[in-house]
């Protein structure tokens, strides 16, 4: 098992920033490749990046490219998201993911997180 523990979550103005971090514990999760997703209100949760377990394979939704950078730490288990530029529409709860698929980890991952809450005021 892997548990998974966002934090870093708030309420921010627009333009502004913050980094989420997910701390990981169990099993030896630095092999797996971590993800961030997120889910506003009335709507599906949607897949916003993802990282190799080598802090390679990095990819992003189009949404966020330029704005949101995914990074970790293996030797402090945790995986984070620097969010900048921040808009109202990035509001929604961020979810973070584990898989030992670099593919699955965009769709199905094995793990979540119970999530932190962004909110972006105009």
């Known amino acids: 098992q892997v548990q998974l523990l966002e934090s870093g979550g708030g309420l921010v103005q627009a333009g502004g920033s913050l980094r989420l971090s997910c701390a990981a514990s169990?099993?030896?999760?630095?092999?797996?490749?971590m993800g961030w997703f997120r889910q506003a209100p009335g709507k599906e949760r949607e897949f916003v990046a993802r990282?190799?377990?080598?802090?390679?394979?990095?990819a992003y939704a189009d949404f966020v490219k330029g704005r949101f950078t995914i990074s970790r730490d293996n030797a402090k288990n945790t995986v984070y998201l620097q969010m900048n530029s921040l808009r109202p529409e990035d509001t929604a709860v961020y979810y973070c993911?584990?898989?030992?698929?670099?593919?699955?980890?965009?769709?199905?991952?094995?793990?979540w997180g119970q999530g932190t809450q962004v909110t972006v005021s105009s």
């Open positions: 993911a584990a898989d030992q698929s670099i593919l699955d980890i965009l769709t199905t991952p094995d793990y």
């Open positions: 990282i190799g377990w080598s802090g390679s394979r990095i």
């Open positions: 169990g099993r030896t999760v630095n092999v797996y490749a």
